[in-house]
């Protein structure tokens, strides 16, 4: 209805009434009003989606220059998480499951690590997701509680596990994250009894490449019983206590890196997510200014019809 | 190998003749390289120092360490028995070259130090400085309020605290010389 195109020799009886109509309400010109309307939306539209561009342009950058500040500190922090000796390590983490070997059934103690804000791509819900996962596998008669850094994580886990969260951790990334916090974690984490514990963390291996990683580890006490160590001496007065003392600091030099890496990861995602909306953003706009050339040529096109047929009617 | 058509001509045969003789000296530099790397630590200690910000030692060849363990100070040389200590609020020192009376000195508050059955040392310290950055005034002023911090604490943890505190900083000024 909208191109009927009136025939330029004889005037169109239709196009005759429309000007008629046209002179006295132009309300009911329903067609040409809502062109008009369209091409005003349209407009705004595209308006909207540029303002939206220059946001996640700038989140863009943001997150690349905290991402340049994370991996220095994070890659500082490598060293120093992984100095003890292999032997150390192997007992901490316990013997590699076999399979086939029964399923853990005891208390597994699980530390997710989130980020507080979004718009960071898939890191938050792909620990979330591994967490679930392994909820899921373990056999009856396990229990599971959880210790949750990040506020997304929270969020995402107190739906579902609401009675197994016995505590939460937010705001610690609003200053570069310290050692000393990562004690005050680690120091928290072990209030808690558990018979294994389980960091999830994601790792950072470079900008576009970071997985979601689980460390477990054992009880406190299973330096001091393990017959591993036997190869190193250590003083005998202290040995218990001091056996004790390492896997706290195992634990938050662990914590301290693992945070770090989640953070770097947390950043290194948000910039190429906040890109990836910036380019479709920009597709959009393409789109849209289409869209709206088009149909303020096809308003023109029928406002000159009209003016033209009705011009021939008088 | 070299693939050397029968037909060579004289000046080819000589360019892959010098090509194969640079080869060759190329892999010996190479096996001497590697043997240089072995004999750096063939009378040296292998040295790993780091602090959760940073690394101030890696992989060094160094002569001797010296730490302050949990239950005493003690040496560290090549070939020392696998061992791992809790350290005390301390120094460390370490001498990198044989015979060298100037020791490096660390003030560390605390951590760990291992020696793997492979014979290196690391240290992993919760916080390590130059003994030179140690501002002399602030030691004593954080001693001074430290003891009183002690002396004056109400409960248990208030006084674990003042004590930790005031460990650090005796430590601090024993290792400054300073009363």
């Not at chain 1, 191109?3 to 330029?8: I, K, M, P, T, Y």
């Not at chain 1, 399923?103 to 718009?119: N, R």
């Not at chain 1, 945070?259 to 906040?274: F, P």
Request: net charge negative.
């Amino acid at each position: 209805r909208s191109g009927a195109l009136a025939d330029e020799s004889s005037p169109c009886a239709m196009s005759l009434l429309r000007g008629a109509v046209g002179l006295a309400r132009p309300s009911l010109l329903r067609p040409d009003g809502a062109r008009f309307a369209s091409l005003k939306s349209l407009k705004s539209r595209v308006t909207s989606v540029k303002s939206i561009q220059k946001i996640t342009k700038a989140m863009k950058m943001v997150a690349a220059s905290k991402l340049r500040g994370a991996q220095t500190r994070m890659e500082a922090s490598r060293p120093f998480a992984y100095a003890s000796p292999a032997e150390v390590k192997a007992v901490l983490e316990g013997p590699a499951a076999e399979e086939g070997a029964p399923a853990f059934a005891g208390k597994t103690f699980y530390v997710p690590i989130s980020s507080d804000k979004g718009l960071c791509g898939g890191v938050n819900s792909s620990v979330v997701k591994a967490v679930k996962a392994m909820v899921q596998q373990v056999p009856e008669g396990s229990t599971q509680e959880f210790f949750i850094v990040g506020m997304k994580a929270r969020e995402a886990l107190s739906r579902e596990f609401k009675e197994k969260v016995v505590a939460s951790v937010d705001e610690i990334y609003t200053k570069p994250f310290t050692f000393a916090q990562a004690s005050v974690l680690a120091d928290e984490i072990l209030k808690h009894d558990f018979d294994k514990l389980c960091l999830v963390y994601n790792k950072f291996t470079s900008v576009v490449k970071f997985e979601v990683t689980p460390i477990t580890l054992g009880t406190p006490a299973v330096l001091s019983e393990s017959d591993d160590l036997a190869v190193f001496e250590v003083d005998e007065d202290e040995g218990s206590t001091m056996y004790a003392d390492l896997f706290e600091f195992e634990l938050a030099s662990r914590l301290y890196n693992c945070v770090l890496e989640n953070s770097t990861s947390e950043n290194a995602s948000r910039m190429t997510a906040m890109d990836n909306a910036s380019t479709n953003a920009n597709d959009m706009i393409n789109k849209l200014n289409i869209k709206y050339n088009r149909q303020r040529q096809a308003v023109i096109t029928t406002e000159l019809n009209e003016i033209i047929s009705g011009a021939e009617s008088l | 190998g070299l693939v050397m058509s029968t037909k060579a001509r004289p000046r080819e045969r000589r360019a892959t003749v010098m090509f194969r003789n640079v080869l060759m000296r190329a892999a010996r530099g190479l096996r001497s390289e590697a043997a240089a790397e072995t004999d750096a630590f063939a009378n040296k200690l292998k040295f790993n120092f780091s602090i959760p910000t940073a690394t101030l030692y890696d992989k060094s060849p160094v002569q001797m360490v010296i730490l302050p363990g949990s239950s005493g100070v003690f040496g560290v040389l090549k070939d020392h028995v696998p061992t791992i200590a809790a350290l005390k609020p301390g120094v460390v020192a370490v001498q990198e070259v044989e015979g060298d009376s100037e020791l490096k000195q660390f003030f560390v508050s605390g951590g760990f130090a291992y020696v793997k059955p492979d014979s290196s040392l690391d240290i992993q310290a919760v916080e390590a400085v130059p003994l030179d950055e140690l501002d002399v005034d602030e030691v004593k002023k954080g001693l001074a309020s430290y003891t009183n911090a002690a002396a004056s604490a109400s409960d248990d943890v208030e006084k674990a605290e003042a004590e930790i505190g005031l460990e650090v900083y005796q430590a601090m000024a024993a290792a400054l010389n300073v009363a």
